[in-house]
């Protein structure tokens, strides 16, 4: 399967205006964002939802697992992480996610460098936030690897940011308000990613919060 495959081009997607695609295991839906093969075998960016009490059977994933909780308890053999957590399970990783109250993850599957072996658990709800590259937008730093950099950002109302160059790319979900470029408006749930290149200016009127990975695509 093929979903916004080619990492040279820009990809948009308003996911909250896409219908939910039932995944192999009942009760478990998807918003497919991209897709470079098939089910564990290649690349894939979505937004999951598990209805209550619904579970994935145990895997492995060959090349990493990424998530960021949206709504709800996400679980494994591991732990419990709630909304706000954000995880990464290395290359060789195996679990069984499943859900006793429901779960919404932003979730990106085979694509860890090969050498990034590091098991990250973040509770994103304590962390501090620092300065961000404009006046008016707050930083949380979640990973860096080589050139890629995973972060949240909190934009105030009324906050601009210049054109500048993204020598590795930029992936963005809008975790939360509204934000604008020259080429559109994008609302909660909005994903985003820019190849290698020049970033357009943005703006938030009344502020937004974001994931935003760089460095990746290059």
Not at 142 to 166: I, K, S, Y
């Given at each position: 399967?093929?979903?916004?495959?080619?990492?040279?081009q820009r990809a948009v997607l308003r996911t909250e205006e896409m219908d939910w695609v039932d995944s192999p295991m009942a009760g478990?839906?998807?918003?497919?964002?991209?897709?470079?093969?098939?089910?564990?075998?290649?690349?894939?960016?979505?937004?999951?939802?598990?209805?209550?009490?619904?579970?994935?059977?145990?895997?492995?994933?060959?090349?990493?697992?990424?998530?960021?909780?949206?709504?709800?308890?996400?679980?494994?053999?591991?732990?419990?992480?709630?909304?706000?957590?954000?995880?990464?399970?290395?290359?060789?990783?195996?679990?069984?996610?499943?859900?006793?109250?429901?779960?919404?993850?932003?979730?990106?599957?085979?694509?860890?460098?090969?050498?990034?072996?590091?098991?990250?658990?973040?509770?994103?709800?304590?962390?501090?936030?620092?300065?961000?590259?404009?006046?008016?937008?707050?930083?949380?730093?979640?990973?860096?690897?080589?050139?890629?950099?995973?972060?949240?950002?909190?934009?105030?109302?009324?906050?601009?940011?210049?054109?500048?160059?993204?020598?590795?790319?930029?992936?963005?979900?809008?975790?939360?308000?509204?934000?604008?470029?020259?080429?559109?408006?994008?609302?909660?749930?909005?994903?985003?990613?820019?190849?290698?290149?020049?970033?357009?200016?943005?703006?938030?009127?009344?502020?937004?919060?974001?994931?935003?990975?760089?460095?990746?695509?290059?």
């Amino acid at each position: 399967m093929q979903i916004n495959a080619d990492l040279s081009q820009r990809a948009v997607l308003r996911t909250e205006e896409m219908d939910w695609v039932d995944s192999p295991m009942a009760g478990v839906k998807r918003r497919m964002l991209e897709r470079d093969g098939k089910d564990g075998d290649r690349r894939a960016t979505s937004v999951v939802r598990y209805a209550p009490n619904s579970r994935f059977s145990p895997h492995t994933h060959g090349g990493g697992e990424e998530f960021l909780v949206l709504a709800g308890t996400f679980s494994d053999d591991q732990a419990d992480y709630p909304a706000g957590t954000y995880v990464r399970n290395p290359p060789g990783s195996r679990h069984t996610p499943q859900s006793r109250e429901g779960t919404t993850i932003f979730v990106k599957l085979q694509q860890f460098a090969p050498d990034d072996g590091k098991h990250v658990v973040i509770d994103t709800r304590t962390q501090l936030w620092i300065a961000g590259p404009a006046a008016g937008v707050q930083v949380m730093p979640l990973h860096t690897h080589g050139p890629e950099q995973v972060v949240l950002q909190h934009w105030n109302a009324g906050t601009r940011m210049a054109r500048r160059d993204q020598e590795g790319g930029e992936e963005i979900f809008v975790l939360d308000g509204i934000l604008e470029d020259e080429h559109g408006s994008y609302p909660k749930g909005a994903w985003l990613r820019n190849p290698p290149g020049t970033t357009p200016e943005r703006w938030s009127r009344d502020g937004c919060d974001l994931y935003v990975k760089t460095g990746h695509l290059g």
